[in-house]
């Protein structure tokens, strides 16, 4: 325990938050994204670590409400990079998000019918409120498929003045305002005014996570990464993690002994 890099977050359970990405890090990555589910035993372990810790949080590019149904409300939920949040239950769209509703709508319906009239199998639309994305991890000819449905993303983003990103196996389409998981991380931490701050995740799009990790980490908290190996794990996340993970299963067990260390509240 002396070495521990944990040590901060066990002896001061009530000032420590901890973060953590769905996909790929609380869930198996699968081909159709509405197909996953929580890993074993991650709900569970979720709730004991938020029983223990002052903060437990979901971060993730989906929706919350899908996270809600399947997560419950005993910890924070932050969906499509924060644009939503739960409150007692209720999906929330932040003040930030709200005014481009309408807009991404239209992109939307647009988005969809276009990649309808291309007829490659396996693409598909999947809205998220008031962002959506185009996936192709199902597609036969990904390279294609990527290639294709890329041009037109930019099409739509250059024509709408909306934003297209391009994620794992998938392009996001989002309004011109920036809602990403690093904020998420610093409003929260602060707002909680927490003394250690954990991020978990697996993807290109967690690396700002770990900057906000170590922008905490310079006004003096304490930070703890952890990156969850994958075929498509950025060598950057591995590299700059603190402790590697090999999948979900293992991040649930990592949890299950980081919550048994820590006695309940109360
Ligand atoms: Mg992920």
Redesign the pocket.
């Known amino acids: 325990m002396e070495n521990d890099p944990l040590r901060p977050f066990v002896e001061d359970p009530e000032s420590s938050g901890l973060f953590f990405?769905?996909?790929?890090?609380l869930s198996d990555i699968v081909e159709k994204p509405s197909d996953a589910r929580p890993a074993e035993r991650a709900r569970e372990a979720l709730d004991a670590l938020a029983d223990r810790f002052k903060l437990v949080a979901v971060v993730s590019g989906r929706g919350a409400g899908e996270l809600l149904t399947w997560l419950g409300d005993g910890i924070e939920i932050w969906g499509i990079h924060g644009a939503q949040r739960t409150f007692k239950g209720e999906v929330l769209l932040s003040e930030r998000a709200e005014p481009y509703s309408e807009l991404m709508e239209r992109v939307r319906t647009d988005a969809e019918q276009r990649v309808a009239e291309l007829g490659i199998e396996g693409a598909l639309v999947e809205d998220k409120g008031v962002m959506f994305t185009i996936h192709y991890r199902a597609t036969r000819d990904r390279s294609e498929a990527k290639s294709v449905l890329e041009t037109i993303a930019e099409e739509l983003a250059a024509g709408y003045g909306v934003v297209a990103s391009p994620q794992k196996m998938a392009i996001e389409l989002r309004p011109p305002v920036e809602f990403a998981k690093s904020q998420v991380i610093l409003q929260r931490a602060r707002e909680a005014t927490l003394t250690a701050v954990a991020f978990i995740?697996?993807?290109v799009v967690?690396l700002p996570g770990f900057d906000a990790l170590d922008t905490l980490e310079n006004e003096g908290l304490t930070t703890f990464k952890v990156a969850v190996d994958s075929d498509e794990t950025p060598p950057e996340l591995l590299r700059r993690a603190d402790l590697i993970l090999a999948g979900p299963a293992a991040v649930v067990t990592w949890m299950e002994t980081l919550a048994s260390s820590v006695p309940l509240r109360g």
């Open positions: 990405d769905f996909d790929g890090v995740g697996d993807d967690d």
